[in-house]
């Protein structure tokens, strides 16, 4: 069965510090991860894409790492703001079309002054 | 563009009735998605359309849940007869193709009483 794993489930930071969130999958087969950070009431938006083939990918402050071999993902964000508050969510695609998603459950991330 | 629409926002109902959620894609996106969002499951992909032909149902959860897209604009979301367990957050995105990202509305809040 096609399962994405986050952690930390949530996790408490200073306004300015950095943090990592971690992702693990069991999807194959495998097309693309994704980042997407979703605001309390709202969509999820999404924040990077990344093929087998990359292995980092930046957006801003947010930069995604890819380990293909592992089967592990990272998303770091970089002097946090009190707008990073939210949830992330890794999202792994298992066709190659791109369409079928398996969604992680989520790290929920409060940035704090 | 004024992103992914859906309606209504919020929606309680007693168990029993119809329900209808209605998604307005971004125009030109030859793909819509329907998701529902629970605390327990998380994100769950339940239809997804290409050039309004629904291409995979494996999501939908059973014979009380259906979807249309009668035309490139429009889709919708039918649950009858709803019941609690229904209680969810109904997203629904598109994209213009497969492995691009997906656009999301911000969701009907469904509660069934």
Not at chain 1, 55 to 83: C, F
Not at chain 2, 76 to 86: C, F, M
């Amino acid at each position: 069965k096609n399962q994405v794993e986050q952690s930390p489930q949530s996790l408490i930071i200073l306004e300015g510090k950095n943090c990592t969130l971690q992702c693990n999958y069991t999807v194959s087969p495998f097309s693309n991860l994704r980042w997407y950070k979703q605001d309390t009431g709202r969509g999820p938006v999404s924040l990077t894409i990344m093929t087998f083939s990359e292995n980092t990918k930046s957006n801003g402050r947010y930069t995604a790492t890819l380990d293909a071999d592992t089967k592990q993902s990272s998303l770091h964000i970089t002097a946090s703001q009190l707008s990073d508050s939210a949830s992330y969510i890794c999202v792994v695609s298992a066709d190659n079309a791109g369409n079928m998603l398996t969604f992680g459950g989520g790290t929920r991330l409060m940035v704090k002054p | 563009d004024a992103g992914v629409i859906q309606s209504p926002r919020h929606e309680v109902t007693e168990m029993g009735q119809e329900v209808t959620l209605r998604c307005k894609p971004i125009s030109g996106h030859d793909y819509l998605f329907w998701y529902r969002q629970t605390m327990m499951r998380g994100l769950e992909l339940l239809i997804y359309f290409n050039n309004n032909v629904p291409i995979d149902d494996s999501g939908m959860p059973e014979d009380r849940f259906s979807a249309k897209m009668p035309n490139a604009s429009f889709s919708t979301l039918k649950i009858q007869p709803s019941e609690p367990r229904d209680s969810a957050v109904y997203f629904c995105a598109s994209t213009e193709r497969g492995n691009q990202p997906q656009h999301f509305g911000d969701g009907t809040r469904l509660s069934i009483l």
